[in-house]
């Protein structure tokens, strides 16, 4: 048996973005709304501090996909 | 050999909302007027241009805007029927064959350069009316340009303006400047853009702006002493970024005659169920109504067993309210009308007033549905001996990998993965 399998980790993905920072394309698929966003902060008081803005996207090919935007590193990151 | 420039088409309809909200009574576009606040808001909508005289403009405050002009006529909001108007009006333009993309109500772009052999055959090779500046310099192509946009007007059937240029801003800002029967063309390169757009005032940023971050830019430019958008493209790139960031960034790109490609909409249906409420209506009548709207919807032949990704619910309010619009996204695509009224329910709280018309519209369709059956039905004890079998035999073909179970290590985590982990199935 190997050791415990972490559920849920973000895979890097592809996010195209408006002018205003709110992602319009998902990993090639327009969104076609966006539910919710919420502002994720941690370990601020360490060396490597998170900090990251998550966004719950419908794209237009029906998917309900939860992607943030890693603050620190630029990145952008798909969790579900 | 280089690529054509695009021939990328601006449609502005100038007014549209507050046309739409006049309705019939068109005296009031000639008289002081301006959309009331939408419920929550204390800005006025779009306004007329009799009070655009009295320095009254879209986006003030009521309490200013009556102070500015004591005779504005305020029209209740009706964005139900704009959006309904709106929707034709992209209807019409698609069926010419474009692709369309909506910036907001009464304003669209698309490339017309994938129309032009369609038309320019059948509409006119008739006398060129537009004003050309640039291009290319053939009458023969300023011709064809002319022939999409009279079938482009006669499928609107409404005073319009067009612009044409090789960027959707430049083509904005094209239609600004154009006037209803005068169409203006630039049909050059980027470079041409730049010259055209260099003395217009850095105000049209907020026109392609809308609520986003680049609309608060002109007012700031301004400040500085930067009225116009050749003074902005002067600017140095790194002195406009620190100052301004990514919005200052995509302003100075759009002066110098650049932007963002056009993303045309994918053409929808229309398949929408309105129901009128005998007396004005709200609370377990509203809900009632929803569920018969939703019931109506389902039953639609044009749903073809669909599923149902996005609706916009919309209301007529009483004593000519106005209209109440609200889209709702679901989580998951529904066919289900229990879970569909679970979403929308609520949402008839924020209903501001009693509704006399309740309406459901279908905005985007889903995969076709399926029905889920129970996987197992048995006792709970055979479910289990048979699971217990089932791992036992995928373990052994597959190692003892093939079977896990989620186990919830830190479930009330902020970070999701943090919260679970796969361990070793036993039972």
Redesign the interface.
Known sequence: ??G???????RQTRVAT????QP?AVDGQ?V??I?ETWL?E?RWWTEQP?RRRYWEV?T?S?R?Q?VFHDLIAGDWWC?? | MAAAPKLITCVLLPRFELVVAAGGRTELLGVPAAIAPEPGSQQVGAVSATAEAFGVSAGMRLGEALARCQRLTLIPPDPAGVEERWEQMLIALESIGAAVEPLRPGLACFDARGLLRLHAGTAGRGQATGRGLGLAGSALADQEIEAVLTAARRALGAPVRFGVAPTRFAALAAATGARARQPLLLTGDARQAREFLAPMPVELLRDV?GD???AALPEALERLGIGTLGELAALPRAAVADRFG??GL?AQKLALGGDLPL?PR?AGEVVRETLELPESSSGQQLERALELLIDRLLARRERRGRTL??VVLSAVLVERGGTWRQ?M?????LSDPLRMRLALTPRLQLLPAPAQTLGLAVE?F??PTSDQQALLEEPARARAARLREAVRQVRAGAG??AA?R??QIDPRS???????????FER
């Open positions: 048996m190997t415990a399998r972490r559920l849920a980790v973000p408006d002018a205003d920072g319009c327009a076609d709304g539910r994720l941690d998170l419908v237009t029906g309900d939860v969790q579900r | 702006a986003g971050e680049l990514r919005s995509h993303r994918e990704r996005a889209r996204s679901f989580r998951e695509s985007r889903g995969p003892p990998d896990l989620v186990l902020r970070f999701p993965e943090r919260r679970s982990v796969l361990t070793p």
